[in-house]
């Protein structure tokens, strides 16, 4: 029998705009732009930006669609999420609090992964590096599950939206940073080698990208001091448990059974299939965005520039004013713009294909691919933060975020070989007429009102 709270959007339209915009001026929101600044690093330095890298190496674009299979860490972060939620880590658990010192372990690991993949070669160590990609994501992943968490644990649920939407200005910034950013690095250090070296291309790149990826994993440093500077938030406690059995059913097990228990079958699996597929778009034409630069003839310089400059401004205010709709207007009703306005994205870089090397082109596609991401994701996150309960935060909320990546990940390893096949013009009309089911089951959630109010943790 299914115990159900009245259904209603998380974020129903009642606050007045001062209000909405006064909460990104609090500490807990600013603390926020910064963890998400190192959350958002890694992704790239292991997808697009690892992407560019490849191809620059002279690696096929099927292989590098393949590769993409490696941020499918964060598909099945759930399977270790209840121990983010539950387990100690000796003494630090005591010194820091049960977050913060999953997510300290965390970041030292991202840090020592990117050390890693910025002295490995491509050309010579290529399952090497493959290797360091895949323990940066686990790593990545598992910063991700203490710092959701950590997220929904710092606010009330009005103020939600607010804070996922600084949550994702400061994801994007780091994800604008590791790629934009890593590019200009880069090719600066290209530009400084000695005459001798720069005449061997491939000694001239690793040097190059080598530079690039030492300073990324310097700038997980920025997430380290704000988690450091964070408080430690109050949660329920999990009861020592007595046995494997009891220890299984309590800390791996109930988080699911509570999510199942609110909603019947069909509802669960309504909103699974909208989890899973919104950002299917995005996620399947991402892989290849950095590739088609390269093969458009796009410099490393151009790409950092016109990503930096627009891409950052874009980004922020598609997130900002993802988080103020939100709270203006309710959560689901954003997704639905969100998702129509990220298809439109999509063909524009369809559009882009026709216009060569044409930096105004770029500049405008890009920009417009930002703004749209940046108001979906604000929207998304709160959306997501909305069905977990505080007391199992982290593993639903990895349960849920994980979804997000299984289906648009796995297709989008098959990238490089539909470019190969049917080329980019195609390929990117395609990925645009993935989100059109998206739009169709947003509707569907919002008529059934499915998206419920998050109870109170019981006592402990």
């Not at 607010?162 to 994007?172: I, V």
């Not at 920025?222 to 299984?248: D, H, I, M, R, Y």
């Not at 997130?319 to 954003?334: D, E, I, K, T, Y």
Request: charged share 10%; hydrophobic share 55%.
């Amino acid at each position: 029998m299914n115990t159900k709270t009245p259904h209603q959007d998380p974020t129903p339209p009642s606050a007045s705009w001062r209000e909405s915009l006064t909460w990104y001026a609090s500490a807990t929101s600013l603390r926020m732009l910064c963890l998400g600044f190192a959350a958002g690093v890694p992704l790239l330095l292991v997808l697009g930006t690892l992407s560019f890298r490849l191809r620059e190496a002279g690696v096929e674009l099927s292989t590098i669609g393949f590769l993409s299979w490696v941020s499918l860490a964060y598909a099945f972060k759930w399977l270790w999420a209840p121990l983010v939620d539950h387990q100690r880590i000796f003494w630090l658990s005591a010194r820091l609090g049960r977050r913060r010192a999953w997510l300290l372990l965390a970041q030292c690991a991202l840090i020592a992964g990117l050390m890693f993949m910025a002295n490995t070669s491509p050309e010579t160590h290529l399952s090497a590096l493959v290797m360091g990609a895949v323990f940066v994501a686990l790593a990545s992943a598992t910063q991700d599950i203490a710092l959701d968490a950590y997220r929904i644990e710092s606010a009330a649920l009005e103020h939600q939206a607010a804070l996922a939407a600084m949550y994702q200005t400061g994801y994007r910034l780091g994800m604008i940073w590791a790629g934009a950013g890593a590019l200009w690095i880069a090719a600066r250090a290209q530009n400084l080698l000695p005459t001798e070296v720069a005449l061997s291309p491939p000694a001239a790149s690793q040097l190059a990208w080598q530079s690039a990826y030492t300073v990324m994993a310097l700038s997980i440093v920025v997430g380290v001091v704000a988690g450091l500077c964070s408080p430690e938030q109050a949660a329920p406690q999990a009861a020592p448990q007595k046995n494997l059995k009891a220890w299984f059913q309590n800390v791996m097990w109930a988080p699911f059974q509570e999510f199942f228990s609110r909603f019947t079958l069909q509802e669960a699996l309504t909103l699974l299939a909208l989890i899973g597929i919104y950002r299917i778009s995005d996620l399947v034409m991402g892989v290849m965005a950095n590739p088609f630069y390269v093969d458009m003839g796009f410099t490393k310089d151009e790409i950092a520039w016109v990503s930096k400059v627009f891409g950052v401004l874009m980004t922020l205010c598609g997130a900002f004013l993802g988080g103020a709709l939100s709270q203006r207007f309710g959560v689901v009703r954003v997704l639905m713009w969100g998702a129509a306005l990220s298809c439109g994205s999509n063909l524009l870089f369809a559009w882009l294909c026709g216009q060569g090397h044409h930096l105004g082109a770029l500049i405008g596609v890009i920009s417009a691919d930002n703004l749209s991401g940046g108001i979906a994701q604000a929207a998304f996150v709160a959306f997501l933060s909305g069905l977990t309960r505080v007391q199992f935060s982290a593993s639903q909320y990895a349960m849920l975020s994980a979804i997000v990546f299984l289906l648009p990940q796995s297709l989008a390893g098959f990238s490089g070989v539909a470019v190969e096949h049917v080329g980019y013009f195609w390929f990117f009309i395609g990925t645009a007429l993935l989100g059109l089911p998206v739009l169709m089951l947003i509707k569907h959630v919002q008529n059934l009102n499915l998206v419920p109010t998050p109870s109170k943790p019981p006592p402990p």
